[in-house]
């Protein structure tokens, strides 16, 4: 029953994010400082083929991956749900569903990580997801500021907030790529920060996306070279 249902939420996605909402992965229209170049979004459809890919494995899956896909439950279904529903509700509303996919994504992640031995094609598409949402909810919570004209928060202005935020991603990134010894995660980040480089001419914000692409490039190749 649950592969059935993984599959009518991946259907769910492609038509609310292509069909409905006429983009792939939604790209705002407001622009803020955290907002990346236009082809960042392009990820979407890696993401809808790495997705299509785990929901074609699920059919064929050994016994140890019958165990990650069980353990996976509803949260891939949910997230999923979420994710095709934050593009097509209003922008101030999308917050909540793309909040809604993290934290999905994350109880997923955190249920299913101690399965090591499964194909890459269950594996990957659930760290790349969760690794583009937690770059698109940094995003989206300053379209949604901009988009109700909020220009400061607690008294602090968009501007320092962007920078703090794009710092805590950053380090997240990192402290993920350590614990859990995925690389795919930070290399989501590093795409969606190089894209941040290439699309803000401010200088604060470039110095911050560049020290955090070239730290997390470093520490992955460091890492990689010491294993080698």
């Known amino acids: 029953m649950y592969k059935l249902i993984n599959i009518f ?25 955290v907002m990346p170049a236009g082809y960042a979004f ?5 993401i809808y083929l790495l997705l299509l890919g785990l929901f074609i494995r699920q059919f064929f899956a050994n016994e140890q991956e019958e165990a990650f896909l069980r353990k996976s439950g509803w949260w ?10 934050a593009v097509i509700v209003s922008t101030t509303l999308s917050i909540l569903f793309i909040a809604g996919t993290l934290l999905t994504l994350c ?19 659930i760290t790349v997801y969760l690794g583009w949402i937690s770059v698109a909810t940094i995003v989206d919570a300053f379209v949604v500021m901009e988009a109700n004209g909020i ?16 710092s805590i991603g950053g ?15 930070p290399l989501v980040f590093i795409w969606g920060y190089i894209a941040i480089w290439i699309k803000q001419d401010v200088f604060l914000i470039q110095l911050v996306t560049g020290t955090v692409i070239i730290l997390l490039a470093g520490v992955i190749t ?7």
Do not use: C
Not at 156 to 166: D, G, P, S
């Open 9 to 33: 939420s991946y259907i769910y996605l492609l038509i609310s994010s292509l069909i409905i909402a006429g983009e792939v992965g939604g790209g705002a229209e407001e622009e803020v400082y």
């Open 42 to 46: 392009s990820i979407w459809g890696i």
């Open 76 to 85: 891939l279904a949910v997230s999923m749900v979420l994710s095709g529903t």
């Open 107 to 125: 109880v997923l992640y955190t249920k299913t990580r101690k399965e090591l031995s499964i194909s890459w094609m269950l594996s990957v598409p």
């Open 151 to 166: 220009t400061e928060l607690f008294g602090i202005e968009q501007l320092t907030w962007a920078v703090l935020m794009l």
């Open 171 to 185: 380090l997240i990134a990192l402290v993920f790529y350590i614990v859990h010894k995925d690389v795919m995660f």
């Open 222 to 228: 460091f890492k990689n070279h010491r294993i080698s």
